[in-house]
């Protein structure tokens, strides 16, 4: 069993940055593959970016380019998302996903273990 556990989210001006953090436990970190998706009040889940087993991003969407940049760290066993510029239309419930299977995916069923999530809310 995995465990996810997402940190970092908050309240921030449009203009601002925030670094969202997900811990993944009770497996080997190397060989998971790692996703972010988000939720907007009465919108679908979507999926934001994800990094495979080998440390190859996938970046999915294309409203967020060059403001939202995935990356992990398998000594800390942690992934990253690193949000720049944020506007108020990022306001969302941000989740972490993560599948055995090591590969990518842009579909939410394709992740087995979710964490929680983390709110990040943008006011302009």
């Known amino acids: 069993q995995v465990q996810v556990m997402e940190s970092g989210g908050g309240a921030v001006q449009a203009g601002g940055s925030l670094r969202l953090s997900c811990k993944a436990s009770?497996?080997?970190?190397?060989?998971?593959?790692l996703g972010w998706f988000r939720q907007a009040p009465g919108k679908e889940r979507a999926a934001i970016g994800c990094?495979?087993?080998?440390?190859?991003?996938?970046n999915y969407g294309d409203s967020d380019k060059g403001r939202l940049t995935i990356s992990r760290d398998n000594a800390k066993t942690t992934l990253y998302l690193q949000m720049n510029s944020l506007q108020s239309e990022d306001t969302a419930m941000y989740y972490c996903?993560?599948?055995?299977?090591?590969?990518?995916?842009?579909?939410?069923?394709?992740?087995?273990?979710w964490g929680q999530g983390t709110q990040v809310t943008v006011s302009s």
């Open positions: 009770g497996a080997d970190f190397d060989g998971l593959a």
């Open positions: 990094v495979s087993r080998f440390g190859a991003v996938r």
């Open positions: 996903a993560v599948t055995t299977s090591g590969a990518c995916s842009d579909a939410a069923a394709w992740y087995r273990y």
